[in-house]
């Protein structure tokens, strides 16, 4: 019999995965963009996991043998699991309608919200973290531009994916320490295909035959370059969720946190490689003021 899965602090690893991680799920949110007028979310969120689950099943067998015996720890997995498909589904549900860059610098204020859900949960904050959260939300005000031409409600989507992904991250470090990271990304996966089962159940029952769009598209024929596409995706997820997992468990979140902003600068570079996206003024300036506050916030 194995040895239960044990943890120990390794913040230079951790930094590693961390980069590593957002470069690929830079480039997998990109696919996703690339996919959005060929499927529909609930038909992706389907094909994916059946790629991935035999996948993480495969290795978190040949890791692991224990399961939790805590039902207080599978509730906080399923919690886990239920905050990071919300997050995805907003967030994808973004990607359609406004650019990739747009939506990386929406989620990346997860530091803000993190801040905030300490506060709640009665963690006092200090004048630097409050001078973070006025500079990351003037920061969300110069590139949304509410009021602006350009502005578009799916703009809100990735704030919202924002607060998801930072009560998840909370969790990974407080309550899913000592769960294997294969074990948290297979609870991942299987929200997933559930979403996807009922996702694309209410699609064919409520929506008519002629919607369309990325959320309300039923189920479609794809040719194998998209078959392809979508492995590929599920591929780079696998790598993905264990890699955010571990180095959060491995290394304290506000350090983890402060390199996980180098994902505004993949995403940027494959928005513009991909789909010819150029960032203007005044949204680089408010890449720079999150940056920042959420610099701020990582290291007060």
């Known amino acids: 019999m194995k040895a239960p899965y044990v943890i120990e602090d390794n913040p230079r690893q951790g930094i590693l995965l961390i980069v590593g991680a957002v470069f690929l799920l830079a480039l997998a949110d990109a696919l996703v963009k690339g996919l959005s007028d060929t499927l529909s979310l609930w038909q992706l969120l389907v094909i994916a996991p059946l790629i991935s689950l035999p996948i993480l099943i495969l290795g978190w067998r040949g890791q692991y043998e ?8 599978w509730g906080w997995i399923g919690v886990r699991s239920v905050l990071l498909l919300a997050m995805w589904i907003a967030f994808y549900a973004a990607l359609p309608w406004i650019p990739l860059s747009i939506a990386a610098v929406g989620i990346y204020t997860t530091p803000l919200f993190i801040a905030v859900l300490a506060a709640l949960g009665g963690e006092p904050l200090t004048r630097r973290h409050w001078t973070a959260l006025w500079l990351g ?3 969300v005000v110069i590139v949304l531009r509410p009021g602006d031409e350009l502005f578009s409600p799916a703009m809100l989507l990735p704030l919202l994916a924002a607060l998801c992904y930072a009560g998840a991250m909370v969790l990974t470090r407080t309550r899913c320490r000592e769960s294997s990271p294969w074990l948290l990304a297979l609870g991942l996966n299987l929200a997933f295909l559930l979403a996807g089962v009922v996702g694309n159940v209410v699609v064919v029952v409520v929506a008519p ?3 369309s769009g990325f959320l309300t598209l039923g189920w479609q024929r794809l040719d194998a370059i998209v078959y392809l596409m979508i492995g590929l995706y599920a591929l780079l997820m696998v790598s993905v969720n264990l890699a955010v997992a571990r180095a959060y468990q491995i290394a304290p979140s506000s350090l983890v946190g402060t390199f996980d902003y180098t994902y505004l600068i993949f995403a940027m570079g494959w928005g513009f490689w991909l789909f010819g996206e150029v960032p203007d003024g005044p949204m680089l300036v408010g890449m720079a003021t999150i940056l ?3 610099w701020l916030m990582a290291n007060g």
């Open 66 to 73: 224990r399961l939790p015996r805590r039902l207080d720890t």
């Open 137 to 139: 939300f003037a920061g």
């Open 209 to 211: 035959e002629t919607s």
């Open 292 to 294: 920042i506050a959420g």
